[in-house]
């Protein structure tokens, strides 16, 4: 079964950086698409990132662009997130997901979740 262990979440002040790491095992993982959602309190959950099998033809939220990355490592099984330019609002539960189909990126698709990592940005 698909694994999906999140890292790399933490406290920094508004305008710092972080950069979230997934660990991924159960599947071929260079076949998959990956993304990566937030949730904060009292709100849903939110797409941020997503990228495909290959690791290049990258899609994000409008709220993120310029500012995050996301980037895979297929020989480790990772894929990562690079956040720089931290605002209080990017404040949530970060959640690594993949797609429950090869060869496809489509948001409706992810349907594998990792239990999240907090991320905490104080102005």
């Known amino acids: 079964q698909v694994q999906l262990v999140e890292s790399g979440g933490g406290l920094v002040q508004a305008g710092g950086s972080l950069r979230l790491s997934c660990a991924a095992s159960?599947?071929?993982?260079?076949?998959?698409?990956m993304g990566w959602f937030r949730q904060a309190p009292g709100k849903e959950r939110e797409f941020v990132a997503a990228c495909k099998w290959s690791g290049g033809d990258a899609n994000y939220a409008d709220s993120v662009k310029g500012r995050f990355t996301i980037s895979r490592d297929n020989a480790k099984n990772t894929v990562y997130l690079q956040m720089n330019s931290l605002k209080p609002e990017d404040t949530a539960v970060y959640y690594c997901a993949q797609s429950r189909i090869m060869w496809v990126l489509d948001l409706n698709a992810f349907a594998f979740w990792g239990q999240g990592t907090q991320v905490t940005v104080s102005s």
């Open positions: 159960g599947r071929t993982f260079s076949n998959y698409a």
